[in-house]
């Protein structure tokens, strides 16, 4: 359960850093410090004084703090010898499930970062799937050290901050979710299509599309909860596929066998993670359109 600020800020020291010493990985000396520069009137700020305690401390204990960090997929990772929080953020990725395959391509990437950069390479992983987190590990091998020192690090903030902002509840929470949502309007009928069964898949480079949610439109042809919510979107492709002869057969109408509309596939791109992606379909049993809403 979420602990609220107000708490945190009238903790002994030593219950703020057992609540928020995980926040930074194996690091909890950044929550002490912290701690020393209470009250905070909103999460922001409490974000904000963990950054600063960061980017006070003298360079080798910031390389450490990056140092500390597990490798994506790597043994570590796959044996569970790592934090909590980075076991759960690695298998919501996907990343407890690849093939030997893909396990050997994570291999070879992490020996050239580390060998290029003494580093292991640090993404926030909740906000990618899997083939933007490929593309985005090839891409930074490319790096030069000092881009990819600033690189790391932001990734690192990135990550604190989605575990500080699910931990503490209070004012000024941070901008660390998106979502994606879907509303099926029914023209022929000029009203909300309910009832109407749909999938979103990730669409991922030479693998099969991978399942992300199931949902049935309700009476206001929207669904119940959004099909991605309350996290980063992860980028990457999307396709949500709609059950539309389906709906109008259970409707009644005279439908050609097959029909010319059945299953319509919607595809479209994701590319911020914390942004809100409205996909709606406006449908007839011969036509369909679409437009990024709100």
Request: charge should be negative; include cysteine.
């Amino acid at each position: 359960m979420p602990i609220s600020l107000a708490e945190l800020n009238d903790a002994a020291p030593a219950a703020f850093v057992a609540a928020l010493g995980g926040v930074f990985e194996h690091a909890p000396w950044v929550a002490e410090a912290a701690a020393r520069t209470r009250p905070f009137a909103t999460v922001q700020a409490l974000e904000a004084a963990m950054r600063a305690a960061v980017e006070a401390v003298p360079d080798a204990q910031r390389l450490a703090l990056l140092a500390g960090h597990p490798e994506l997929a790597g043994r570590a990772a796959r044996a569970g010898a790592i934090a909590p929080d980075s076991i759960a953020e690695q298998a919501a990725a996907g990343l407890d499930r690849l093939s030997e395959a893909e396990y050997a391509r994570f291999a070879a990437l992490n020996a050239a970062y580390r060998e290029k950069f003494g580093l292991p390479f640090i993404l926030c992983v909740k906000r990618h799937g899997r083939a933007s987190l490929l593309k985005q590990f090839e891409a930074r091998l490319g790096s030069t050290p000092e881009q990819e020192r600033r690189t790391a690090e932001a990734e690192v903030f990135r990550i604190a901050a989605i575990r500080l902002n699910a931990l503490v509840e209070g004012e000024g929470p941070l901008k660390t979710t998106g979502r994606i949502s879907t509303h099926v309007l029914d023209t022929c009928r000029g009203r909300p299509a309910e009832g109407v069964a749909l999938e979103l898949y990730e669409i991922v480079p030479g693998a099969e599309p991978a399942l992300v949610a199931r949902a049935l439109t309700n009476a206001d042809g929207r669904t119940d909860a959004p099909l991605i919510g309350g996290r980063p979107v992860p980028i990457g492709t999307y396709e949500l596929r709609f059950a539309l002869g389906d709906h109008y057969r259970r409707l009644g109408l005279d439908l050609p066998d097959p029909p010319f509309l059945d299953v319509v596939p919607l595809r479209f791109g994701v590319a911020e993670p914390e942004g809100h992606y409205h996909v709606p379909l406006v449908a007839t049993p011969w036509s369909f359109q679409t437009y990024r809403g709100s």
